[in-house]
């Protein structure tokens, strides 16, 4: 191997001398990666439009983690499937929100342009970045109480969530800006009704309209509350309510196959047995095909 190494190299030393200069430059490409950009003043000056709330942050981490996360990392320290820089160091954070917006609609090498989305995307995703860099805060459980009220007054039917929190003076207050989904229980995946995109006002309360016509045994269907955010305890809460519809009658509903043969219908049980029996004549007809071959003494 090294032989052959050798020989297609050589032992010149112009050759080495060439080798070590390549390496060294690609030493010194890979540590200055990335050379300082020049960010136009009035770019460096804009100033992000949105406000710093959970919604926003929501969104933000939402189009980072479709877009971005793949080659910044989920932490956005650059360690994606590209090296990109990191968003937690002191020369990142310094720059304004501007700039970074700037920068990431011009796009640069690898990095893309992404002129063509919403700018508000772009300033939520920023306001997201920012939080990458901010040390985490250790959150402690919040001790909430959640109240589900249904109400059918206004021919609507209405499903309100209100959540509270307990203060450390053991009052209770509206718990603001809070996600909630709401969910019909199912056997298999529970079924998100009203969206995925409600917050508790300031009252800590949240409404959705209920879905007409969903199937319930007697109509009784369990609803589920649960809150978004990992901070408090409870996170969720059931009730039962009778908003469903009775299980639609098929007009095969009591015929099936795993029910009381007595409802069987005749058709179906001849062309059950029909089928079964066709497989077994298939298998016997071939059965006795090779007892004659072996009879005839083929392949004797
Ligand atoms: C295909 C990979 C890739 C994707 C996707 C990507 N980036 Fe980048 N990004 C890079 C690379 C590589 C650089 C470094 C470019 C340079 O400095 O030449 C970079 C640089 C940046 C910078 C400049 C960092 C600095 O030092 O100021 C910002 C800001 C940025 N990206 C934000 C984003 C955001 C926000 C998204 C998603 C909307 C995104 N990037 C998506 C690869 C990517």
């Given at each position: 191997?090294?032989?052959?190494?050798?020989?297609?190299?050589?032992?010149?030393?112009?050759?080495?001398?060439?080798?070590?200069?390549?390496?060294?430059s690609l030493l010194v490409l890979a540590s200055t990666q990335f050379p300082p950009w020049d960010v136009p003043v009035e770019a460096n000056d804009l100033e992000n439009p949105i406000t710093v709330d959970k919604k926003n942050l929501d969104a933000g981490k939402a189009f980072?983690?479709?877009s971005c996360k793949a080659c910044h990392g989920a932490t956005g320290l650059g360690d994606g499937a590209v090296p990109s820089g990191d968003?937690?160091?002191?020369?990142?954070?310094g720059q304004t929100d501007g700039a970074i917006f700037w920068k990431i609609q011009q796009?640069?090498?690898?990095?893309?342009?992404?002129?063509?989305?919403?700018?508000?995307?772009?300033?939520?995703a920023i306001t997201y970045?920012?939080?990458?860099?901010?040390?985490?805060?250790?959150?402690?459980?919040?001790?909430?109480?959640?109240?589900?009220?249904?109400?059918?007054?206004?021919?609507?039917?209405?499903?309100?969530?209100?959540?509270?929190?307990?203060?450390?003076?053991?009052?209770q207050a509206p718990a603001k800006e809070v996600k909630v989904n709401f969910f019909i229980k199912r056997y298999f995946a529970d079924m998100l009704i009203g969206g995925s995109n409600n917050y508790t006002d300031d009252n800590g309360s949240v409404s959705i309209s209920f879905p007409e016509g969903v199937p319930g045994k007697e109509g009784k269907l369990q609803v589920m509350a649960k809150?978004?955010?990992?901070?408090f305890n409870p996170a969720g809460l059931t009730e039962e309510v009778a908003w469903?519809?009775?299980?639609?009658?098929?007009?095969?509903?009591?015929?099936?196959?795993?029910?009381?043969?007595?409802?069987?219908?005749?058709?179906?049980?001849?062309?059950?047995?029909?089928?079964i029996g066709g497989i077994l004549i298939a298998i016997l007809y071939v059965l006795l095909?090779?007892?004659?071959?072996?009879?005839?003494?083929?392949?004797r």
């Open positions: 191997m090294i032989k052959k190494l050798r020989i297609m190299i050589g032992t010149n030393k112009k050759n080495i001398l060439a080798l070590t200069f390549i390496f060294s980072f983690d479709l968003f937690t160091t002191k020369a990142f954070t796009g640069r090498g690898l990095m893309p342009s992404f002129k063509a989305v919403q700018e508000t995307s772009l300033w939520q970045i920012r939080t990458l860099a901010a040390p985490q805060e250790i959150v402690a459980m919040k001790n909430a109480t959640i109240v589900i009220e249904f109400d059918e007054s206004n021919s609507k039917k209405l499903i309100t969530a209100k959540v509270y929190e307990t203060l450390e003076n053991g009052e809150l978004d955010d990992s901070g469903g519809v009775e299980k639609a009658a098929y007009w095969n509903d009591d015929r099936q196959l795993w029910k009381n043969n007595d409802f069987v219908p005749l058709w179906l049980l001849i062309s059950f047995f029909g089928v095909q090779v007892v004659k071959i072996r009879k005839l003494g083929v392949g």
